[in-house]
């Protein structure tokens, strides 16, 4: 596609409820990253991954958070027994090389916890 | 850690007016500096992307610079128009090149 795809734009889960959050990078890229940005902060990192390989998940902020891509394109967060603290736009972006360049950015898809 | 501070956190402005937003970092060794516009409910779009060996950018009306040894960046923006109001965000890159560290943004309002 033209651009990063993330998919659902939005979506409002029940405490406790498990929720999966789909992102479709630009065709071709390898990096891939995950970003968390709750209302009036910037965005906040949670993972890497090169190409299948998840190099990076320092900031994921438990381990109700899981990350995946399994054949290097498609990645998926997985958030389970959601909590209402969840509540923001998970963003995610793509790169085309390792060379740490120009980053391009889906919408995000906004959780809200209730 | 690397800590990334914005100021100022807001910003409002006539239109014409040349402006000057600014970033500072705790650790210098970062990979690269990216400043990014946010429109409200999008994603980010990069604006411009500084290696560290480099020292400044530019891309039109647009002019970002970078001094790693104090730890600071500043993106100005000359004849301000109203189209310019967004959030802009500055981020460092890791030395990893893994993650990028964001600031919370300025929110520049460009009055007509």
């Known amino acids: 596609g033209a651009g990063v795809s993330q998919s659902p734009r939005y979506k409002v889960a029940k405490r406790g409820q498990d929720v999966a959050l789909r992102c479709d990078p630009i065709s071709g890229h390898v990096s891939l990253f995950w970003y968390q940005q709750a209302l009036g902060q910037g965005p906040e990192f949670l993972t890497y991954?090169?190409?299948?390989?998840?190099?990076?998940k320092s900031g994921l902020p438990s381990d109700r958070f899981f990350a995946e891509r399994p054949e290097g394109s498609v990645s998926t967060l997985k958030i389970q027994r959601t909590q209402q603290e969840d509540s923001a736009v998970y963003l995610c972006?793509?790169?085309?090389?390792?060379?740490?360049?120009?980053?391009?950015f889906g919408e995000g898809s906004w959780l809200t916890v209730v | 850690k690397q800590e990334v501070t914005q100021i100022p956190a807001a910003l409002s402005v006539p239109e014409g007016e040349n402006l000057v937003l600014n970033c500072s970092f705790t650790?210098?060794?970062?990979?690269?500096l990216q400043w990014f516009r946010q429109d409200p409910g999008k994603g980010l779009t990069s604006l411009l992307l500084i290696q560290s060996s480099q020292r400044e950018q530019t891309s039109g009306r647009l002019n970002a610079s970078l001094d790693k040894s104090s730890g600071r960046s500043t993106l100005y923006i000359a004849a301000s128009q109203p189209g310019d109001s967004a959030t802009y965000l500055c981020?460092?890159?890791?030395?990893?090149?893994?993650?990028?560290?964001f600031g919370k943004g300025t929110t520049l309002s460009v009055s007509s």
């Open positions: 972006a793509s790169s085309l090389g390792t060379d740490r360049n120009t980053i391009y």
């Open positions: 650790d210098s060794a970062i990979y690269n």
């Open positions: 981020a460092a890159t890791n030395q990893a090149g893994t993650a990028l560290i």
């Open positions: 991954f090169q190409n299948e390989a998840q190099l990076d």
